[in-house]
């Protein structure tokens, strides 16, 4: 059974930073692409970032390209999301999310409960 499990938000100053952790487990990821969405009150989930769990490019939205960065530690099996310069409107619930195949924005398999990140202005 997949599980992951995202820590890390919080209540963060407009310009600050946070790294959002996503543990995952359950089975060998290899071949399964990692991705972080977001969704905020009234608002679609949108897609933020995606990355190969063997290696591969990373790919991100243009609301999120150049301040947030998606990375993994292997050896942890977890994925991380830093979040950089950090604007009001990036508040939102945080999801991590797992899909078996090749990297793309939708149609993932599995998902984490969330962690909420509030940016104040």
């Known amino acids: 059974q997949v599980q992951l499990v995202e820590s890390g938000g919080g209540l963060v100053q407009a310009g600050g930073s946070l790294r959002l952790s996503c543990a995952a487990s359950?089975?060998?990821?290899?071949?399964?692409?990692m991705g972080w969405f977001r969704q905020a009150p009234g608002k679609e989930r949108e897609f933020l970032a995606f990355?190969?769990?063997?290696?591969?490019?990373?790919y991100y939205a243009d609301s999120v390209k150049g301040r947030f960065t998606i990375s993994r530690g292997n050896a942890k099996n977890t994925v991380y999301l830093q979040m950089n310069s950090l604007k009001p409107e990036d508040t939102a619930v945080y999801y991590c999310?797992?899909?078996?195949?090749?990297?793309?924005?939708?149609?993932?398999?599995?998902w984490g409960q969330g962690t909420q990140v509030t940016v104040s202005s």
């Open positions: 990355i190969p769990w063997s290696g591969g490019r990373t």
């Open positions: 999310a797992a899909r078996l195949g090749p990297p793309q924005t939708s149609r993932y398999d599995y």
């Open positions: 359950g089975r060998t990821f290899s071949g399964w692409t």
